[in-house]
């Protein structure tokens, strides 16, 4: 049985919690929270026996039989925290963004390299039945070799959530809104070619954009280049007036995947694309996101002592290429090299 501590007691936490609970190798033994009190409640709102925290260090002093720590703190926490649970030996599920900057991401990437820590980022959407489908369609070559990956995450108010969206404690996180949300488009783009790496960034974003903090990128577009040849657009918007969407497409030499929907030069007489029965990634409330897969697959890793296809040092490569899409943007859209930084 693995002992999970809790770190944060926000909404996603709610998410993890029930993973966790519904996994036969996993128990909960502790939260952490800023305040006891929040701790608390979200103890009781699950009725979980287990001790609470108002002070991460100190839960990580006291309680040394923790073997997994989740960590669902706003991102300009997630570095210091993620390094101090490494050092003590936890295992670790960490909430996206990894961070808020270049040096706080390979500051954790380095702490995590000298221990033998398993780490899974929440790059949820990666078993989103759509984004398995897709992925195993490339795989199986049916669109022939992928040329252009489309990706986008288009998170703004709608008519029910009329306010921006936005956190405040986090401002550190000024770059934009491909960091934000966008980040998961990223990872998805890169997943589907299996984990392909971005070397080359640019981006943009409008001028004219009416959100209150003038220094956070709301919309910004990157065109990326994956080692192996292919190019991507990827955007990500936290300002647009409309219902959550994440786009998903490949366009290869054989055949083309619209998320859900398939057109190849195999299938002989097709005159439309075909439907592909899957669920798709269309909604932006976390309980939609499959987290007890996620979980699953976490315990799994610590069981059999491998490593994850969405370990920290995977998600290094694509949090680069969001901060480099954002300060592109911030530049003249001049284009960034990734390779001489860091790549896996």
Same mark, same amino acid.
């Given at each position: ?5 809790i770190?944060g ?8 919690i ?15 929270s ?9 103890s ?8 609470c925290?108002?002070n991460?260090?100190? #839960?990580?002093?006291? +309680?040394?039989?923790? /073997?997994?720590?989740? !960590?669902c703190?706003p ?6 925290? @993620? ?7 936890k ?15 390979l500051a ?15 790059f949820?959407?990666?078993?989103n039945?759509?984004v398995?489908?897709?992925k195993?369609?490339?795989?199986k070559g049916?669109i ?8 986008d ?13 936005s956190?405040?404690r ?14 998961h488009? #990223?990872?998805?783009a +890169?997943?589907?070619? /299996?984990?392909?790496? !971005? ?6 974003s409008?001028?004219? @954009? ?17 080692a192996?040849?292919a190019?991507?657009k990827?955007?990500?918007?936290t ?8 786009n998903?497409?490949?366009f290869g ?17 097709q ?7 899957t ?7 976390v ?17 059999t002592?491998?490593?994850?296809h969405n370990?920290?040092?995977t ?15 911030a530049n003249g859209?001049q284009p ?9």
């Amino acid at each position: 049985m693995l002992n999970v501590a809790i770190q944060g007691a926000g909404s996603v936490s709610s998410e993890h919690i029930r993973a966790y609970k519904n996994n036969p190798h996993a128990q909960i033994v502790a939260i952490s929270s800023r305040t006891l009190e929040s701790a608390q409640k979200k103890s009781e709102a699950f009725a979980l026996n287990c001790q609470c925290f108002d002070n991460f260090e100190q #839960m990580l002093e006291q +309680r040394d039989d923790i /073997d997994i720590v989740s !960590i669902c703190t706003p991102p300009d926490l997630h570095a210091v925290e @993620t390094i101090a649970a490494a050092k003590t030996g936890k295992h670790l599920l960490i909430e996206k963004p990894l961070a808020v900057n270049q040096e706080e991401l390979l500051a954790m990437d380095a702490a995590i390299k000298v221990t033998n820590v398993k780490t899974v980022v929440s790059f949820v959407l990666r078993w989103n039945p759509m984004v398995l489908a897709m992925k195993q369609a490339i795989q199986k070559g049916w669109i022939g070799n992928p040329l252009l990956i489309q990706a986008d995450y288009w998170h703004g108010p709608t008519h029910e959530h009329p306010e921006p969206f936005s956190r405040p404690r986090w401002n550190p996180l000024s770059s934009g809104a491909i960091v934000h949300g966008g980040c998961h488009a #990223m990872d998805a783009a +890169r997943f589907i070619l /299996d984990n392909a790496p !971005i070397e080359q960034v640019s981006g943009i974003s409008p001028t004219c @954009t009416q959100h209150p903090n003038p220094n956070y990128r709301a919309t910004t577009v990157a065109t990326v280049q994956f080692a192996g040849g292919a190019i991507g657009k990827i955007s990500g918007s936290t300002e647009f007036f409309m219902p959550y969407v994440f786009n998903l497409e490949v366009f290869g030499d054989e055949g083309v995947l619209r998320n859900n929907q398939l057109y190849t030069r195999q299938l002989l007489g097709q005159t439309a694309p075909t439907i592909i029965p899957t669920v798709l990634p269309d909604s932006g409330d976390v309980a939609h996101h499959p987290f007890q897969n996620m979980i699953d697959h976490l315990v799994e890793c610590i069981q059999t002592q491998s490593e994850s296809h969405n370990n920290l040092a995977t998600a290094v490569n694509t949090h680069l290429a969001c901060f480099a899409a954002e300060e592109s943007a911030a530049n003249g859209s001049q284009p960034i090299d990734l390779r001489p930084i860091h790549l896996h």
